[in-house]
């Protein structure tokens, strides 16, 4: 313990010092050489056809990939590359290669374990910037055709999209060396911050060759080149796995050292990042359900940075919650298309569901925890620092700004219960929640979790952290706030409802099974089927987007609703759509599909909904997590003084059981991929995993912030059924 408190106190004196220089000084930070107290931290995961390492001391934390297409590899899509992702800032740089031959698919690339370390990654020490260096070996001669220095975003815009804006792609450095390598580097639009690439031939290979074509390339020959990677702008402080979860939940730290690992990778004194590589900044919904799902194991810091980032960037004009913050180069670039010369973070504010789960995040924390009464008052009088537009303002003023919008959205629907008084996306958005894809919720605009389930946890939240004394300009909330909550959870499932008669729902199963060639199962079809749909207003199919989906996770997880009829039926539902395979339910081997076009009945629309489309027929391990929670919560209620009527009718409570051991049957069995993103599947004799980056060019994330949640969701023992 004593050498970890050092090597916290330690890193607050050395970024402290980075931390002045960020913003509108544009000077470059100087970095300290000195020896870190703790041992360094790494981690390998392999996860073909990628090759993740993770390196993290005192001075900075790293992810590395290397992809190496293998023989059965969609070459369009996975292609030979090194990659290196920073926390700090959403930094990286790529180094994408081709066959020097021209010939796809006939090179592989490797990190070797250094010769004089023996390890695979190697900290800079340098104090002018700070990085990596390791040892890459090309089992033909290779040529760098793109490399891309600086933003994360950049480089996921060209993994996904096959193309990076040339603003990002002009003032490159290319020098060859004395001992037969060659640096690349780029200054940031900043004017101040640079990255660099260097390799270096090792072992006799050849010296890398400069290609002044049209673009620059470099040539290697077959063999091992060292790398470095490395860059100058201010860094994180981490939190260590100790730093991170409570002194109760320290022992997860032996019994799962790759997820604690990871999720110290992911969390920082003044924020938990989303994921890595692709998402490897503040995100506001991941952030907070990844809290809400976590908080018995997480620590007050942790909880603390999560809920402070959120307040840190909420939209000062109208209360909205920072979806995604933009730092670094990509923020340059997007305040210089404004007319604005600043290195500024941004914020994404187009979410619509983001702003309910603070008031819950608060709530849970603040009013629920000893600990969070205590820091309450101090932590509530903070200034916001992070956005310049809130300077001068607190954190309780912020987060007032937050509650006054939702109660002011929430009001029209609570006073009158039409459809035209829901909450749906934004003009002009096509995306407001979490299936924030494009085809994600199928063409609708008024979505089922946030309108069933978000807004009236919201509601209850804010009337709680009334009743505890927040908000006293508003004191009428402890009451108004949960009489609106009471509507909006009674009042608004009926909008989603959809029932299919058992003859139609058969053959619709049936076509669409046939379509994917897979089982249609139809024999478990012995009732009417009825799904809440995930949206309304689609383009298709009526007033309700046709797709079954895993969104009542959202409701079992957040609210204990009260109307018993209503509550019966909708677990029954739910339980239904676990316990029946895939395309009737959700179930397949590989976990819950997180969506089921099948009752569609429109083939063309179906197609959006595919193996490869990122809100498709894949499995997201979170909605695992929530659901495995969220049925929890309700089969919890059994045992409670109020008990619902569920729990009294034995065959719905047995009903409920079975599907809540099933589903951990399918968590169990699926423990290899929980951590990762998100994952798809194709069919041999039953439903195999397969990673959704080897089918499209959106790649899963190796580790994702809410997929570490099982570390705190446990299955739990409510007898068997
Ligand atoms: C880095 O180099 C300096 C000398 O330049 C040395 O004093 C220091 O111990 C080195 N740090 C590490 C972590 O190796
Ligand atoms: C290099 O690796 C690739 C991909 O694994 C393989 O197809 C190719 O045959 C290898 N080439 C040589 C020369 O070993
Ligand atoms: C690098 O070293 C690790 C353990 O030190 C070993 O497991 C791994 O196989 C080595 N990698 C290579 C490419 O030799
Ligand atoms: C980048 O590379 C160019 C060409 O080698 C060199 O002149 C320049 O000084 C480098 N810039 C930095 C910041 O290292
Ligand atoms: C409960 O919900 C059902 C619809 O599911 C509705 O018919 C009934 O009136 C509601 N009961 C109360 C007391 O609100
Ligand atoms: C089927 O879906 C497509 C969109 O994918 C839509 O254009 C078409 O109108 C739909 N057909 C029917 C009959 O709803
Ligand atoms: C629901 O009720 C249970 C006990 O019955 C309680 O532990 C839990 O905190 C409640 N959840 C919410 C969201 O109110």
Redesign the pocket.
Known sequence: MAVLALLVTVILIATAVARNTASEARQAPSFSVYSCPGPASRLYLPDSPHDNYFYSDCHSSVHVVVT????DSDLKIVKPRLLVAWPAGNSGALALFAPETGQE????VRLENSTDSGNSLDPLNESTRVGVSGAINF??TARLTVPILGSIRAIRDFTEGGNTNQDFQGNFGFRLNADGGATINRTWLDGVTTTWLTFTPLNGAQAVVLNRGATWTLSFG?GTYGFDASFNYPQLDQLGPSDVLTKDASGLISQNPDQTTSLSFLSYTDKLLAGTWRFLTYFGRDSMISMLLMQPILSEDAIEAVIGAVLERVNRADGTVCHEEILGDYATWLNRKEGITSSKPRCDYKMIDTDFLLPIAMERYFVGTQPGKQHSKAFFAKTATFLAENDGFNYMQLAELTSEKIMRIATPFAKSQAKENLIHLKDGEQVGEWRDSNQGLGGGRTPYNVNTALVPAGLRAIAALSRAGFFTDHSDWAVLADSYAQIWEDETLRFFQITVPQSKAKSLVQSYASSLSVPSNTGSIDADVTYYGLALDGAVGGPVVPVMNTDDCFRHFFLNTTNQTQLSAYLGQTADHILKPFPVGLSSDVGLFVANPAYSGNTSFATGFSHGDYHGTVVWSWQLAMMGAGLSRQLGRCTSDDVPDFCKDTTLHSKILSAYNRLWDLIEANRAQLSHEVWSWRYDNGYKVVQLGEITSTESNVRQLWSLTFLAVHREDFGSS
């Open positions: 190496s297409p293998r023989l698919g006939t090179l592989g089992n033909d077959s």
